[in-house]
């Protein structure tokens, strides 16, 4: 695996042990999903570093975040002195662990933060997470962000602090996961690489990382999901980092934005619902004119974008590749159709109020009204 320039990338988490010899502090605190923490290969890696230092373990709190769960980890550390912080476990746990260590640094109240617009006093010295992802999704491990609800609307801490400075990229983490987990994580991370290609803010530098993460995760996961070996697996770990650290630059579009109202009204896992509208979307932007480009760099830029996405997913047109992309998704077995996950006409409204998200939208190539949205969810039913 490539090192990178911003986060000291490792291959196993054997090399935990070194990685942490190589910090200044006083306390350790290991944020973990449950199963994570009882996986055999982490407790015999983590038995030795726990007997050796003062270790404050935090595991219980609610997939995706919630506010309560910010101010019980808070609680749970308080006592922690100089701490540097370990997650261990999928994209909720290594977003939890950032907003813990965030708030815990600056002393701010999370929700006052969030609601009210609280500014950071300074804070002079750097803060130190390493990150272990186990699923394939993701890539927090390779972003600034991380995400909470506060009464099932979504808030993201958006700062270069949470950044982690080590990362473990260990595939011999996920091959427990199941395959539902596979598939929806996997789709999460396929949908931030096209995102990111077609996004407004897209440089040479994302749309490289994008590239990679389409050729890594594309071709590969199906088998990841039904047959599922070290080699698969490693190629669906790092293509979700190259896609973690393509979103990094360019943040995600439409198809996210209108996910999250997806997972936070109606429950369904957020790569679930980022691919029941991703194949649409595919299609939408293709049809970008003059007059509804968000991206300055033109229309026929736009289109050789979405044309060049296409081929990486073995598409001739944009109508094809999200007929490969519908395909690809059934045969994981994830849903394509709303009614298949209980949704009906009479919920567009609410879906659309609650993610028609400026920022996301407007990273979009082409404009998304309030009434396209709906037309995507009414082409989707």
Not at 39 to 63: C, D, G, M, R, T
Not at 364 to 374: C, F, G, K, L, T
């Amino acid at each position: 695996m490539q090192d990178d320039k911003l986060i000291n990338i490792h291959s196993s988490l054997t090399n935990l042990k070194n990685i942490i010899a190589s910090y200044n502090f006083q306390s350790i605190v290991l944020i973990s999903g449950k199963s994570a923490s009882q996986q055999p290969y982490v407790q015999e890696n983590l038995a030795s570093i726990i007997e050796q230092y003062h270790v404050y373990h935090f595991k219980e709190f609610s997939k995706p975040p919630e506010i309560q769960d910010v101010y019980m980890g808070l609680e749970k550390i308080k006592n922690a002195q100089n701490p540097l912080f370990i997650a261990i476990g999928g994209g909720s746990v290594i977003d939890i662990a950032k907003l813990i260590m965030f708030f815990n640094a600056y002393n701010i109240d999370p929700e006052a933060y969030f609601l009210k617009g609280a500014e950071k006093p300074s804070y002079p010295d750097k803060l130190f997470l390493i990150a272990i992802p186990t699923t394939a999704g993701t890539g927090s491990e390779a972003t600034q962000f991380a995400t909470l609800y506060i009464d099932k609307k979504k808030y993201s801490l958006d700062c270069c602090e949470i950044l982690p400075s080590s990362v473990i990229l260990d595939p011999l983490l996920t091959l427990s996961l199941p395959p539902q987990v596979t598939a929806e994580s996997g789709v999460d991370a396929l949908s931030q690489a096209i995102e990111s290609y077609w996004s407004v803010n897209s440089t040479d530098i994302s749309k490289s990382y994008a590239h990679r993460a389409i050729e890594l995760i594309y071709p590969c996961l199906f088998d990841a999901v039904h047959h599922p070996n070290k080699n698969n697996r490693e190629s669906m770990l790092l293509g979700a980092h190259y896609a973690g650290k393509a979103i990094q630059i360019t943040r995600t579009t439409a198809p996210h934005a209108l996910s999250y109202s997806l997972t936070s009204h109606f429950g369904l896992a957020h790569g679930q619902a980022v691919s029941l509208t991703l194949p649409e979307f595919f299609i939408y932007n293709s049809h970008v004119t003059d007059e509804n480009a968000l991206d300055p760099r033109g229309t026929p830029y736009i289109r050789k974008c979405i044309n060049e996405i296409a081929h990486l997913l073995h598409a001739k047109t944009p109508e094809e590749a999200a007929e490969n992309l519908y395909k690809l998704f059934k045969s994981i077995h994830l849903k394509i159709n709303l009614d298949e996950v209980g949704i009906s006409e009479n919920d567009y409204a609410l879906i659309v109020d609650h993610s028609y998200t400026p920022s996301r939208m407007k990273n979009n190539p082409r404009h998304v009204s309030r009434e396209d949205a709906i037309g995507i969810l009414k082409a989707i039913q």
